[in-house]
């Protein structure tokens, strides 16, 4: 099983600053990786996948980047919406697996 | 529009068994590649099985052996079948539609099913 580990857990950002979160695995991923958001009470919103592809209607202010074993989201200005968790997810093997998540708090 | 309205949570004993369905509109079932998705209360999620277009099914190491995936064609219906449930299995359950084509992504998703498993 390919393990998922996200960093940090929180990370408390100010609105109109950059978020930086990562995403390791434990082997190479091929370039298989997507990153969900998800607030409170909703279901995940799908925002990034192929490391680097935005999904539709997600803001150009999301950028995804990284290669092998290393991941990284950026949020280039973080708007008020934007405070959530995010999680990454490897589809390069079975099973499929999730990182922990990073919550982005207000700071 | 797609939309995926999950059914058949409840609180059941562990041990026990459990269907919970996935009602979709807006498209096939049978044309997609479809997948289920578990969050437990207050934690991370975890994929728990895959139902690809062509048949084939795929499972996360902790429900292989007692979970299986299907479809009604007829009725538009993905359902999981969960057997010998244990308290671990207790989450709010979510079917989710793959990309077009078939990425092994989680782009479309229903709001769930909750499933509690206790004594």
């Known amino acids: 099983e390919i393990v998922m580990t996200q960093s940090p857990a929180t990370l408390s950002v100010s609105p109109g600053e950059r978020a930086t979160l990562s995403c390791r695995a434990t082997?190479?991923?091929?370039?298989?990786l997507a990153w969900y958001q998800q607030k409170p009470g909703q279901v995940p919103r799908l925002l990034i996948y192929?490391?680097?592809t935005r999904a539709t209607g997600v803001p150009a202010r999301f950028s995804g980047s990284g290669s092998g074993t290393e991941f990284t989201l950026t949020i280039s200005s973080l708007q008020s919406e934007d405070f959530a968790v995010y999680y990454c997810?490897?589809?390069?093997?079975?099973?499929?697996?999730f990182g922990g998540g990073t919550k982005v708090e207000v700071k | 529009e797609v939309q995926l309205v999950e059914s058949g949570g409840g609180l059941v004993r562990p041990g026990r068994s459990l269907r919970l369905s996935c009602a979709a509109s807006?498209?096939?079932?049978?044309?997609?590649?479809m997948s289920w998705v578990r969050q437990a209360p207050g934690k991370g999620l975890e994929w728990v099985s895959f139902?690809?277009?062509?048949?084939?099914?795929f499972y996360g190491d902790s429900v292989k052996g007692r979970f299986i995936v299907s479809r009604d064609d007829s009725k538009n219906i993905l359902y999981l079948q969960m057997n010998t449930l244990r308290p671990e299995d207790t989450a709010l359950y979510h079917c989710?539609?793959?990309?077009?084509?078939?990425?092994?992504?989680?782009?479309?998703w229903g709001q769930g099913t909750l499933v509690t498993v206790s004594s």
């Open positions: 989710a539609k793959d990309l077009p084509g078939g990425r092994n992504l989680f782009p479309s």
């Open positions: 807006g498209f096939t079932v049978s044309s997609v590649h």
């Open positions: 139902l690809y277009s062509d048949g084939r099914t």
């Open positions: 082997q190479s991923l091929n370039s298989f």
């Open positions: 192929d490391t680097s």
């Open positions: 997810q490897q589809y390069n093997g079975w099973p499929l697996t």
